[in-house]
């Protein structure tokens, strides 16, 4: 089963129209360096303005999330993943939209209801409970958990945001047990968001003059269920990257699924236009660069980006259909791998200087990155003796 071929037909039969997938570049104006949702392209019109494709939209968005990096390696977070999304724009509401979500889960993929769950927002001192959600989903036969910071979602702390309902999938042994907070092995796959407020400065909420539905469902989790896979590293999405890497370099399970992530995630990101830098969007692609290459420099200096054959380079830009030449691709990574290489060296020059042999100070780390360009965090990695 093509899993995106059968969310968007799902969404088209049901008078959806298709978007086109963004990069991870946001629109001009926006404050953030990286589009991190399915929604985030679409702020202007969830905000009221008409869209050109009208009230009923259906889409594939790539995103990606620094705030998940502390969490990449167990099996499902990834830094850049791909989010399958259905949108109303004032036209209809909950009810709706969660009776399409139960029907295309169990039907269209043929999950069994009994290993669902779902959680709905349980009300705070600002917002009622969401009675709607409760009701639908009570109407369906599904377990629910009442939740209130993990139902209520917003794409930063000003803007749109709202109640939302996430559907779970049980992923263990036997029959389902515990709730989707107290449980791990429940494994979130779609969040429906009922887009009804605007959050103000001083933290206050205003109803939007549009109500809408904001769905974002991950496509690397859904394979994963489908596939029977115990992590999205297994599942078909990532073939030839888990048939290489493996053979090329011998790591634990969290550092091999770290390098695969980063370096997939690096790919994606150069292949949107980003090169490697000291600040903003670059600066995110040389830290993943970074991190990969300390992983694999902690057990063998002598571990190259050269390795990577150039079949990876062509599987990852493909699959996100992105037009870069994928010789230069590679070519970037490689060159940032060489200049990690030498302000290593040159780093472990300076810190072997004896005014360093000692617990640093603040004035410490400002005078190393200011003077020889070597930042707080290598510093203290080059301070271990493991790099």
Do not use: A
Request: with cysteine; proline share 6%.
């Amino acid at each position: 089963m093509n899993i995106s071929r059968t969310f968007i037909d799902y969404f088209l039969d049901r008078g959806h129209v298709p978007t086109t997938g963004s990069t991870l570049i946001p629109r001009l104006g926006d404050p953030v360096l990286f589009t991190t949702s399915g929604m985030h392209p679409l702020t202007p019109y969830l905000e009221g303005e008409p869209h050109p494709l009208g009230r009923r939209l259906v889409g594939i968005q790539r995103c990606l999330r620094t705030t998940d990096l502390d969490e990449v390696g167990d099996p499902t977070h990834l830094t850049v993943f791909e989010m399958l999304g259905s949108w109303s724009l004032g036209d209809y509401g909950s009810s709706q939209t969660l009776r399409w979500g139960y029907e295309l889960i169990t039907q269209g993929f043929g999950i069994d209801p009994g290993r669902l769950s779902v959680t709905v927002f349980g009300g705070d001192n600002q917002v009622p409970i969401d009675q709607e959600s409760l009701r639908t989903w009570q109407e369906l036969g599904l377990p629910i958990e009442l939740t209130t910071e993990d139902n209520w979602w917003s794409n930063g702390p000003t803007g749109p945001c709202g109640p939302d309902s996430e559907i779970f999938v049980w992923t263990g042994e036997g029959d389902p047990e515990g709730t989707p907070s107290t449980d791990k092995r429940w494994v979130e796959v779609w969040n429906h968001v009922m887009m009804r407020y605007r959050r103000l400065d001083d933290g206050s909420l205003e109803p939007l003059q549009q109500q809408n539905i904001d769905t974002g469902l991950g496509l690397e989790r859904l394979t994963m269920l489908m596939e029977g896979k115990d992590s999205v590293y297994e599942t078909s999405l990532f073939e030839p990257w888990m048939r290489i890497i493996p053979e090329l370099w011998r790591l634990d399970e969290q550092s091999q699924r770290i390098v695969i992530d980063h370096l997939r995630s690096s790919i994606v990101i150069v292949g949107d236009g980003v090169h490697p830098s000291n600040t903003g969007r670059g600066y995110v692609l040389r830290r993943l660069i970074r991190r990969v290459l300390t992983i694999l420099w902690r057990d063998d200096e002598s571990r190259t980006l050269s390795d990577l054959p150039m079949e990876l380079f062509e599987h990852t830009l493909n699959h996100f259909h992105q037009g870069e030449v994928v010789t230069l691709v590679r070519r970037i990574l490689i060159d940032e791998e060489i200049r990690f290489s030498n302000l290593l060296d040159r780093g472990r020059k300076v810190l072997s200087h004896e005014r360093f042999h000692k617990s640093l100070e603040d004035t410490d780390y400002e005078y190393l990155h200011e003077t020889h360009g070597l930042p707080r965090e290598l510093v203290d990695s080059l301070l271990q003796p493991s790099l």
